[in-house]
């Protein structure tokens, strides 16, 4: 069965660069969330998008930002990172309305030196 | 006070004990819950999700939730080594594309 795709698995930027995260959901999923997860912390909600919209904001810094394009695939924005930002950061997706959970990807690993 | 509570652990046990998981929330506005299991660098997998107080069985994995008491559990039985993992147990409430707020995992480890 298809699952949450994300890309790329693992990613390396320096301080201050840009990064892009991408995350194809279970076709036919209409939601997409956004988590990150820090070394030895709990998964912190970021962002979610239903239907192409945002639909919901955690904890997202400002110098993030995501999308959710026309083929339900959701891209996350990261702007001047910091070594703070170095973290797992998961993509999760669920056809919303039909209380089956949600569906995990494998993450991205990002490490900013 | 984080709005679900979750006990580090590490929680160790011999293998084929029950095993009992416990969460604590402190958001009343959450209604549906779950539990996911996260084995080192991967991703979490949803194991099980609960709408109202009650248990929700699937096969070895029981779910349990007491909205009185806001307290949820996760018992599994005939544990296996394979079972090792961190379980995280998440709530979530309200209408439309909410997001989940996760405990912080309990690190769980099955003797063989």
């Known amino acids: 069965a298809a699952g949450v795709i994300q890309s790329p698995r693992h990613l390396i930027k320096e301080k201050r660069e840009t990064a892009t995260l991408k995350c194809y959901p279970i076709?036919?999923?209409?939601?997409v969330y956004w988590y990150q997860q820090g070394p030895g912390q709990d998964p912190q909600f970021l962002i979610s998008f239903y239907e192409k919209m945002q639909s919901d904001k955690g904890s997202i810094p400002d110098r993030f930002s995501a999308q959710q394009f026309s083929d339900y695939h959701s891209e996350l924005n990261m702007s001047s990172l910091e070594l703070g930002d170095s973290a797992l950061y998961f993509c999760?997706?669920?056809?919303?309305?039909?209380?089956?959970?949600?569906?995990f990807g494998s993450g991205t690993r990002l490490t900013v030196v | 006070q984080k709005e679900v509570e979750q006990d580090p652990g590490p929680l160790s046990v011999p293998e084929g004990a029950i095993v009992s998981l416990n969460c604590t929330y402190s958001?009343?506005?959450?209604?549906?819950f779950m539990w996911y299991r996260q084995y080192s660098r991967k991703g979490p997998e949803l194991l099980m999700y609960t709408y109202s107080s009650g248990n929700k069985e699937d096969g070895r994995f029981t779910a349990q939730v007491d909205k009185s008491s806001k307290y949820i559990s996760l018992f599994i039985r005939d544990s296996q080594p394979s079972d090792s993992a961190t379980y995280l147990c998440a709530g979530g409430g309200g209408g439309g594309a909410d997001g989940l707020t996760f405990g912080k995992g309990t690190h769980l480890i099955i003797q063989p």
């Open positions: 958001n009343s506005a959450f209604q549906y």
């Open positions: 999760a997706s669920s056809l919303e309305g039909t209380g089956h959970g949600y569906t």
């Open positions: 076709p036919r999923h209409d939601t």
